[in-house]
């Protein structure tokens, strides 16, 4: 089964930000639909944003938008999520997923069927 890796997380101050990046060794995902999620501790996995193939359509999470933003590099292969003016409440496990069959943008997890392992994001206020 094909992994996601994530990378990037870490610990950081309130009002502060990160950049979290996911690769997909050996396949590319440059015509389906990529999204990050987040788990927080006690919590169900949760949406966070989402980019269609294209790269030109984005959805995001009403807690998060206007502070996260993400992209992606068809040449390279990867999806990356600029978080800032994080908050104590961003602190998750943060996971990059890929729906293989879906071009266009989703929000449901189970609609995903590659993820990563997750990186740890935590937010010290």
């Known amino acids: 089964q094909v992994q996601l890796v994530e990378s990037g997380g870490g610990l950081v101050q309130a009002g502060g930000s990160l950049r979290l990046s996911c690769v997909a060794p050996?396949?590319?995902?440059?015509?389906?639909?990529m999204g990050w999620f987040r788990q927080a501790p006690g919590k169900e996995r949760e949406f966070v944003a989402a980019?269609?193939?294209?790269?030109?359509?984005?959805s995001y999470a009403d807690s998060v938008k206007d502070r996260f933003t993400i992209s992606r590099n068809k040449i390279k292969n990867t999806l990356d999520l600029q978080m800032n003016s994080l908050k104590s409440k961003d602190t998750a496990v943060y996971y990059c997923?890929?729906?293989?069959?879906?071009?266009?943008?989703?929000?449901?997890?189970?609609?995903?069927?590659?993820w990563g392992q997750g990186t740890q994001v935590t937010v010290s206020s």
């Open positions: 050996g396949r590319t995902f440059s015509d389906n639909t």
């Open positions: 997923a890929a729906c293989s069959i879906c071009v266009s943008l989703v929000q449901g997890p189970i609609q995903y069927d590659y």
């Open positions: 980019i269609d193939w294209l790269g030109s359509d984005t």
